[in-house]
């Protein structure tokens, strides 16, 4: 899917240049668009925008952006795998639903656990999370998957952020030329070291870092950024070999599994590596 969403702090946003940022990454997503304006006491807006790539529930009803309960509206890039087990986790908190779609589970989730709920979700995501309901200013809630496998990236200026999956669409949409940030193209070509931090090759345009969330305040442009998660160093594993065959088979099994709950059919490409090729016996 594609995603992009506009907070302008003082003015209303742009709805030519939202049309010209979201046909501009189209190509993410086949299946439909939606837009969705709200104002701020401020004088400005936020807007959500959305190009649909849909996996589950095909039908309209998981049209985005959505809004649950009339709370919380969102735009996302996702594929949370273990979606169907925190749905039945959260029916069980009281939680109903209408659609069969990991967007509405997300959205309850947000719901229940608030910024935490990430630390629950098996999958990979880049979405933004309006909540006009939260005690003080509302805020986007952002967040980009642990191992950064999702796009999300965003533009800071002192009247707007613009956050989007692709930075054409962020570019189309501020109506700017953008600028080479030559150290960091020579960084990244040139000394062909990893893109490991918020820069990108374009100057004043960031992307949000793997394992990252943020909360935008829709009144001051205040964004407060931290890491949810960082990967950890395991001991040795203890067992024999085959036991360490065992349960290495039993983790990629069960990764293979989630990933094939869909509402469509899946395909396989195979390289005829070894890891496409295990894919495959594992299908």
């Known amino acids: 899917c594609g995603i992009l969403a506009v ?4 003015t209303p946003v742009s709805t030519n240049r939202l049309a010209t940022g979201l046909a501009s990454i189209a190509h993410r ?20 925008a ?8 095909l039908s309209s009803a998981g049209a985005q952006p959505m809004t649950y309960k009339g709370r919380q509206s969102i735009t996302f890039n996702v594929s949370v795998f273990n979606w169907p087990e925190l749905r039945s986790e959260l029916e069980e908190h009281g939680y109903r639903f209408s659609t069969q779609t990991d967007t509405e589970v997300i959205l309850a989730a947000y719901d229940k656990w608030g910024v935490d709920c990430v630390a629950r979700f098996n999958g990979f995501w880049a979405f933004a999370i309006l909540d006009m309901e939260r005690p003080g200013p509302p805020v986007l809630f952002l967040s980009r998957d642990r191992l950064g496998i999702k796009p999300f990236y965003y533009a800071s200026r002192p009247e707007m952020t613009v956050i989007a999956s692709e930075i054409r669409a962020i570019n189309d949409y501020l109506d700017e030329t953008p600028k080479v940030n030559i150290p960091e193209l020579a960084r990244q070509l040139v000394y062909r070291l990893g893109d490991d931090s918020d820069r990108t090759i374009y100057s004043g345009i960031l992307e949000l870092e793997p394992a990252t969330n943020a909360v935008l305040n829709l009144h001051t442009g205040e964004m407060k950024r931290w890491r949810y998660w960082t990967l950890q160093r395991e001991e040795r594993f203890a067992g024999s070999d085959e036991q360490a065959l065992n349960k290495f088979t039993e983790l990629f099994e069960d990764a293979v599994r989630l990933r094939l709950r869909a509402d469509r059919e899946v395909a396989l490409m195979l390289s005829g590596g070894i890891d496409s090729s295990a894919i495959a016996v594992a299908v």
Do not use: M, Q, W
Not at 50 to 57: E, M, P, W
């Open 29 to 48: 997503g086949p299946d439909g668009e939606g837009i969705l304006i709200n104002k701020l006491k401020t004088g400005g807006e936020v807007a959500l």
């Open 7 to 10: 907070a302008s702090y003082r």
């Open 50 to 57: 959305h190009r649909r790539l849909s996996i589950f529930d």
